[in-house]
């Protein structure tokens, strides 16, 4: 049957994870280890109400949300929704399927002060497009250095608003010298291009480079920017959350 048509969602629990894919990496054999990875990472999460839908089909095309106070992100927004992940790619938009998916959050979050999500002042690599929230009602709630976006929909009236917290305001982490980079496994890719591809890169450069793997939700919660799948920083300062190869790494590292 063509996928395009009529394909139904489905959630990912224990029980089915091990026999469902995950959207991402589940082809690309170099990140094998952060595909099993990302499945015990959200095996771990699912007793904290984390939700991770998808269409059935061989694409990305999937949201990953949790309430709030269990996301792994420096926010305070206290009985809000946080949708942590979003993705419909390539032949697959255009087609209803990401407001589909946005419904679902929606529905979930019937109890809920409102929803939220973390976007960027213009378009970034693995993050959501802002556009798409103010379509469904989002507004600009908070920022933080360098271009990161706070975006809620309050459900209920008079709630509190959401905002960043205090740490992740300023897009400086406590290494003053080097790479340092700070990863998680919610996503498939950086394991892989953190601890193979980076590592390669910074020795061949002489970089001195230090790997921080945040494997706990606290240390999620206390972070130095609002990204905690994957920060780059530099001397000190925040360079991207884009998980960069080679190339990229020219391209955002410039050496004395």
């Not at 690309?28 to 990472?41: I, P, R």
């Not at 998808?54 to 095309?61: A, E, L, N």
């Not at 497009?129 to 929909?153: I, M, N, R, S, V």
């Not at 480079?209 to 920083?233: C, E, G, M, R, W």
Request: proline share 4%; charged share 25%; hydrophobic share 35%.
């Amino acid at each position: 049957m063509n996928d395009l048509i009529n394909p139904t969602i489905t959630q990912l629990t224990k029980e089915n994870i091990d026999g469902e894919h995950i959207c991402c990496a589940f082809s690309d054999k170099k990140c094998t280890e952060g595909y099993l990875a990302k499945k015990e990472w959200l095996k771990n999460q699912f007793d904290d109400g984390y939700v991770f839908k998808k269409f059935d089909i061989r694409g990305k095309v999937f949201i990953e949300y949790v309430p709030a106070e269990q996301g792994w992100l420096p926010i305070d927004a206290p009985n809000y929704m946080l949708i942590n992940c979003f993705w419909v790619s390539g032949k697959y938009k255009g087609r209803g399927h990401g407001a589909a998916l946005y419904r679902e959050c929606e529905i979930d979050s019937k109890n809920k002060n409102g929803i939220v999500i973390v976007a960027a002042n213009k378009k970034q690599p693995f993050m959501s497009d802002k556009k798409f929230f103010e379509k469904q009602g989002f507004t600009l709630c908070d920022t933080a250095e360098p271009y990161f976006e706070l975006w809620h929909k309050p459900l209920k009236k008079e709630v509190q608003v959401a905002q960043f917290k205090p740490c992740a305001k300023a897009g400086q982490c406590d290494v003053p010298e080097g790479l340092s980079v700070y990863y998680s496994n919610a996503c498939p890719f950086t394991e892989y291009y953190v601890q193979h591809e980076l590592s390669r890169i910074a020795e061949e450069r002489q970089i001195t480079l230090k790997i921080h793997k945040l494997n706990t939700k606290d240390q999620a919660q206390n972070h130095f920017v609002p990204h905690t799948i994957y920060s780059l920083f530099y001397n000190g300062k925040f360079v991207t959350q884009q998980i960069v190869n080679e190339k990229l790494f020219d391209r955002f590292i410039k050496q004395e």
